[in-house]
């Protein structure tokens, strides 16, 4: 086909022939592996094949596939920010700053593709959603030990919400570890008694319940904030946990939101009160003392 002709693309524009004519030639794929006998290749190392096989609609409603996926890839994203979260606890907890920063960073990036991803499910109707709700019976998010890891890392931490991991043992018991270790946010406390900022008796020594604002607390934020250059990683610490719970509160307000266009005010498939439960946990304050800075300075 020669270029003249190329306008007879039904979609107007004459690249499809000259794309096609330079592809091999021109564009630097003529020496593309084309065997990988002795080599991983692109679906071998990713593991393409297990991945999509994890989709796996149960019924014949044609938007059941968004709904699997856009929850397999806010759990893809959930195990990165669980990783990177434990990074910079382990990193802040040794006094490297930097790569702790770094990964908080990432944190918060990974958060506003998670946040993004309710645009795409939001193409679901409720009539939509209705062709297989009653298929996946009593399955809910509220089940999901990612989440609760995630909540626990950042320190939002109830007991009951370990009851629905009672018949995975090994998920309950990692996730009570974790509500039992020290979370990002009392990493960040420790590091303000090392800078002598903070009283040591400040620090709490039970961390299995979620921190309540602290008026000692608050004033080590605030000669934080008060002498930006003096206390500068401190600062810059303190904002990055800021965008991350910023990000957070973020997520939760567009699941509430998607939540209640698809089934308006009905009991959850996990049993809570649904909206009005998903309405009560926006108000949960992770970092209480950082946002009452702002009022103070
Ligand atoms: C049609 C879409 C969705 C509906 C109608 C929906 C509905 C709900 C409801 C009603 C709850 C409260 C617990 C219960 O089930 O009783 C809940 C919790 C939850 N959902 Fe969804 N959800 C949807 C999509 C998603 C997606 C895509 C994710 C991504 C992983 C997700 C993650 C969660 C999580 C983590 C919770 C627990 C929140 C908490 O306890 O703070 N949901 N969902």
């Known amino acids: ?31 593309a592996h084309q065997s990988f006998k002795d080599s991983f290749s692109y679906s071998s190392y990713l593991r393409i094949e297990q991945l999509l096989s994890a989709q796996a609609p149960i019924t014949g409603a044609h938007d059941e596939s968004l709904f699997i996926t856009i929850h397999h890839v806010q759990e893809v ?24 920063m770094k990964m908080l960073a ?34 809910s998010g509220f089940q999901s030990w990612q989440y609760r890891s995630i909540e626990f890392l950042l320190g939002n931490r109830q007991r009951y919400m370990l009851k629905p991991f009672a018949e995975q043992p090994e998920h309950h ?18 590091a303000l008694c090392k800078r002598g900022l903070l009283a040591e008796s400040a620090l709490r020594i039970r961390f299995d319940e979620t921190p309540q604002a602290n008026a000692e607390v608050l004033k080590a934020w605030v000669s934080v904030y008060r002498d ?7 600062y810059y610490l303190a904002e990055k946990l800021v965008d991350v719970e910023d990000n957070f509160r973020r997520w939760r ?12 005010h009905k009991i959850g ?12 946990v926006l108000d949960v ?10 009022t103070e300075l």
């Not at 007879?8 to 020496?31: K, L, Y």
């Not at 498939?269 to 009560?280: A, E, F, K």
């Open 106 to 139: 990432r944190v918060s990036r990974a958060q506003e593709q998670m946040s993004n991803a309710w645009e795409v499910l939001k193409t679901m109707t409720p009539a939509d959603y209705l062709e297989f709700r009653d298929a996946f019976g009593r399955a």
């Open 173 to 190: 018991a990692r996730l009570v570890a974790l509500i039992e270790s020290p979370s990002l946010y009392d990493v960040a406390l420790r």
């Open 228 to 234: 930006t250059a003096k206390h500068w990683d401190m």
């Open 1 to 31: 086909m020669s270029a003249n002709n190329a306008g007879t693309c039904p979609f107007g524009g004459d690249s499809v022939a000259s794309v096609a004519a330079s592809s091999a030639s021109e564009t630097g794929a003529e020496n």
């Open 77 to 100: 994203w959930m195990s990165l920010i669980i990783k990177e979260l434990t990074g910079a606890i382990n990193h802040l907890g040794e006094g490297n700053f930097e790569p702790a």
């Open 253 to 264: 307000f567009n699941h509430v939101t998607t939540v209640e266009r698809m089934i308006g």
């Open 269 to 280: 498939s996990g049993g809570t009160t649904g909206v009005d439960y998903l309405r009560r």
């Open 285 to 294: 304050v992770l970092f209480p003392e950082l946002w009452q800075v702002r």
